[in-house]
């Protein structure tokens, strides 16, 4: 998952959601969506060193497991400090490295028939830091840790919605998680272990689980480290690295785990001894440092974007190309229309048509903003995306990318009915306000009426999730938990859906994509997703504005760097330090 | 004497309820809601009321109030079941934002500040004061020029600016110093000289600047009274009868100083954001932004003390510095 993180310190500092899928690797500055990614800035890799990281960032979100939902944290902890059952491998081969291997557990799972059980068996030999091995009782305990929403928040809530536990008349589980005990013997049910075996029972067929559990909040955690609320600050590592100081607002320290058994993993390089992550650097600071590559800095490497006003710099001077990266960002970023509010389509389709694409995207940042998108799934993710036609012929005809006003007042003529006044609901930023005031203006042109509703970032989420709120179009931006569309399309449009900004509730939607999400055919489920997805762009459900795009710098003796398709991040677990 | 101080400090301990009731109250109104802030990615209203609940924001605002106030004397839990925890006093609140208690994140941040509050205002005054002295012992002459066009230059840099020169200059093209971070002096006293001097400077040169054209002007005024005039009569040598009128001319630099460093040690917000010093006004600045009301409100009551003792600090020093000065 999942939207963007708002804010002024949205750049760099915290982009909130989990996978990420980002088609093209290597330093380079023409890449293209579905171009095969080139070899990082790499030779043999070199074990030793210390690898910096740099960040403005305060602290990492979330170092818990159960509460880390951030692609670039969950892509640290699952290389440095916490393995799950399975994990993807580091490549920058898009499909080989968006398919999960077995890490904790020996394979990637065994589903039953229906893919509504799930078993997984342990290794030997995988050991905390403190000597004592992972267990599957570890991994038991970690799981239920979700279901403590009191004390485990912001994690991903898969276990809660997937796992086959009775749920009480307001919809919450029946289990309240580990601190209270409340209702464990549900659990004890769902979740078994019989020796290094662990079942998870599900309550639907999810042929995908075995995805789902390369997430953090199916990390083991052993109970008698377990701290709670405050595990954030000291993780107990089962990984290569365990933690030497953690002091949020200066600095994260791994030093190497002797207790972690590099036989038991066929995934990470672990190459550096040490890992120095430094956080709070000033954004314009950390900027002319990575262009400056400065002797102490060369080792260095940062997950925040390049400052828009260096773009031009970075990107048109070769003594960057090749350590800067030009890649998709984990997200489609696109306006909600609320179907509850806005219930004709072709009302719906007149607002896609009248909308002035070019404008947005341009002042979004233009090329480097991002490439023009055509639904809510993005190339990057691999087999699921297939061009919509969206902008071809899905409206009826052709539809510029600065919009066609005149075909808009015909779609609205067609319909018989008024357009409704239209609120714009977004979140307040700079960029934010000029492309509301673009989207108002061209809609205008078509006649139709359009109020702007700016929202503090802080509270946007909040805002628009309530349907009482939330007006006719919500800004949102997404990107898929693991790479299958079946986090976003649910996720998205279906009634039980955590991000249906469209409030779209269409039954004989909702069995096309519960047949989508049973099809245990990888190929043949690919293959729903498209048509559900071109289906959603026809029903206009969004207005989808660009597959987001972000730029990286990382230092010249930084070797096994590119962007890696799984988190859309770093690809920690293989960095290493040059001579 | 012991009547004034003692009433002071109650006025002080007043001031902070007040401070600490307002704080609260405009949190209150604020269109920031912080259950929604840590609803978490899966958000629904069901858990922003749980959030609610757990944060303690479903309770009235004098409810909420009370317990704040409670804390502070007697400690607070936290969570419940095997996940709870204590917050002893004195308990500003817990950041759930940050998953720390207030008061630990005040005290691991206040030396932070004070050392780069101290270190700049030794070297300002180091700076500002004799070049003031220097610029009204030679007024009109090309040292006293100097030092007021450089007074003024300083005066008009921002402080951000100043610093992201400094670094880009030092760091980033000489490389004669490290890049900004916070070592503490006790784990490496000679790198964390390396990596204070550029924020030292960045806030000495901004307050130099004011305080040479005080130090001048109070000179200046001082040197032009009666009393000079006769002791300069009666035939005292010119050091002796400056050094009379540097001493009354304290009075208002005594005063600026005071606010001054008071300020500083509330927080310098720019100086510990440009050289990633983790500081309380870097603190300030985050809760703000994250709407982290227990740290908000910390923070708030943390400044507004600094700002309150410094004041009767300056008030009773005045007895020292002028004679003519009784407190009552």
């Not at chain 1, 290597?26 to 171009?35: I, L, S, V």
Request: charged fraction near 20%; hydrophobic fraction near 40%; charge should be negative.
């Amino acid at each position: 998952m999942r939207r963007p993180t708002l804010g002024w310190r949205a750049a760099g500092l915290v982009a909130a959601g989990a996978l990420v899928l980002t088609a093209c690797g290597g330093g380079g500055t023409t890449d293209e969506p579905g171009q095969e990614p080139e070899e990082g800035a790499a030779g043999e890799p070199v074990t030793g060193g210390t690898l910096k990281l740099l960040s403005q960032q305060e602290q990492i979100l979330h170092l818990d497991p159960q509460r880390n939902y951030t692609g670039e944290d969950l892509a640290l902890a699952s290389a440095y400090l916490s393995r799950t059952l399975t994990q993807y491998p580091y490549t920058t081969d898009v499909e080989e490295a968006n398919t999960p291997v077995a890490d904790l557990a020996t394979d990637t799972g065994t589903p039953n028939d229906d893919a509504t059980e799930w078993q997984f068996t342990l290794k030997d030999g995988v050991r905390w830091e403190d000597g004592s091995d992972v267990t599957c009782e570890d991994v038991k305990y970690g799981v239920s840790r979700t279901f403590a929403t009191d004390v485990i928040t912001d994690g991903p809530t898969y276990a809660i919605s997937m796992l086959d536990i009775p749920t009480d008349d307001e919809g919450s589980s029946q289990y309240k998680g580990p601190y209270t005990g409340e209702g464990q013997e549900l659990y004890d049910e769902a979740v078994t272990c019989d020796g290094n075996t662990i079942t998870f029972r599900l309550n639907r067929s999810v042929p995908d689980f075995n995805y789902t559990v390369t997430l953090q909040s199916f990390a083991p955690v052993k109970e008698s480290e377990d701290t709670g609320e405050q595990y954030d600050d000291r993780v107990f590592s089962n990984g290569p690295y365990q933690i030497e100081d953690y002091t949020p607002g200066q600095q994260l320290i791994l030093v190497r785990n002797e207790e972690y058994d590099p036989e038991t993993d066929d995934i990470r390089g672990s190459y550096p001894d040490r890992i120095e992550y430094t956080f709070a650097v000033d954004p314009n600071v950390l900027d002319q440092r990575m262009q400056a590559d400065a002797a102490e800095d060369q080792t260095a490497i940062t997950p925040d974007s390049v400052l828009t006003a260096s773009l031009a710099t970075v990107f048109n001077d070769p003594q960057f190309e090749d350590r800067r990266y030009n890649e998709f960002d984990p997200y489609v970023r696109y306006i909600a229309i609320n179907t509850s509010k806005v219930p004709n389509v072709l009302h719906r389709r007149a607002i896609l048509a009248a909308a002035d694409r070019a404008a947005i995207l341009q002042l979004a940042g233009g090329e480097f903003a991002g490439d023009p998108a055509d639904g809510t799934i993005k190339p990057n993710i691999g087999q699921d995306y297939a061009p919509t036609g969206l902008w071809e012929e899905l409206l009826g005809q052709e539809i510029p990318l600065e919009g066609d006003p005149e075909y808009a007042k015909q779609l609205i003529e067609e319909s018989g009915e008024p357009m409704p006044r239209l609120t714009y609901d977004y979140a307040t930023s700079p960029d934010a306000d000029r492309g509301a005031v673009a989207l108002q203006e061209a809609l205008a042109r078509a006649d139709i009426q359009v109020r702007l509703n700016p929202i503090e970032a802080g509270s946007y989420y909040g805002v628009v999730l309530n349907e009482n709120q939330q007006n006719e179009l919500s800004l949102a931006g997404w990107g898929p938990d693991w790479p299958n569309a079946s986090t976003i399309i649910p996720e998205l449009f279906g009634t039980q859906g955590g991000f249906n900004l469209s409030r779209y509730n269409n039954p004989e939607f909702e069995e096309r994509v519960a047949e989508a999400l049973a099809e245990q055919d990888r190929a043949a489920q690919a293959a729903l997703w498209q048509e559900l997805n071109a289906f959603t762009m026809e029903e206009a459900l969004v207005l989808p504005t660009r597959f987001g795009r972000e730029q990286r710098l990382h230092g010249s003796k930084v070797g096994g760097a590119y962007i890696w398709s799984p988190y859309g991040s770093w690809p920690y677990g293989q960095l290493y330090v040059m001579e | 004497m012991g009547g004034y101080i003692l009433r002071r400090l109650a006025s002080i301990i007043v001031l902070l309820i007040l401070i600490s009731m307002v704080t609260f109250g405009l949190f209150s109104l604020l269109p920031t809601d912080p259950a929604a802030l840590t609803c978490g990615k899966s958000c629904t209203p069901a858990i922003i009321e749980d959030n609610r609940e757990r944060l303690g924001l479903d309770q009235p605002v004098p409810v909420q109030y009370w317990e704040f106030v409670k804390g502070i004397f007697v400690g607070r839990t936290y969570g419940s079941g095997t996940a709870a925890f204590e917050c002893e006093a004195p308990c500003l609140g817990y950041s759930f934002r940050r998953g720390e208690e207030v008061t630990k994140l005040l005290v691991d941040r206040f030396p932070v500040t004070a050392q780069l509050a101290i270190g700049a205002a030794i070297l300002w005054l180091a700076i500002g004061v004799p070049a003031g002295i220097l610029a009204a012992r030679h007024r009109g002459r090309w040292i006293d020029k100097t030092a007021t066009g450089l007074s003024l230059v300083a005066y008009s840099f921002p402080s951000f600016f100043l610093g992201y020169v400094l670094i880009f200059v030092f760091v980033i093209r000489l490389g004669w110093l490290p890049s900004p971070a916070y070592v503490a002096p006790t784990q490496d006293f000679g790198e964390f000289l390396q990596l204070m001097i550029l924020p030292w400077l960045t806030m000495a040169l901004l307050y130099a600047g004011f305080y040479t054209r005080l130090t001048r002007t109070q000179m200046l005024e001082t040197m032009g009274e009666d009393y000079i005039r006769t002791a300069r009569a009666k035939g005292l040598p010119e050091r002796v009868v400056q050094r009379h009128g540097l001493r009354a001319g304290l009075t208002p630099l005594l005063t600026a100083f005071g606010i001054d460093l008071a300020g500083l040690l509330a927080g310098a917000v720019i100086a510990e954001t440009v050289f990633s010093l983790p500081g309380i006004g870097r603190l300030a600045i985050d809760s703000v932004s994250d709407s982290d009301l227990p740290v908000i409100t910390g923070t708030v009551l943390a400044a507004a003390g600094l700002i309150l003792v410094a004041n009767l600090v300056v008030d009773l020093l005045y007895g020292v510095v002028d004679p003519r000065v009784r407190l009552t």
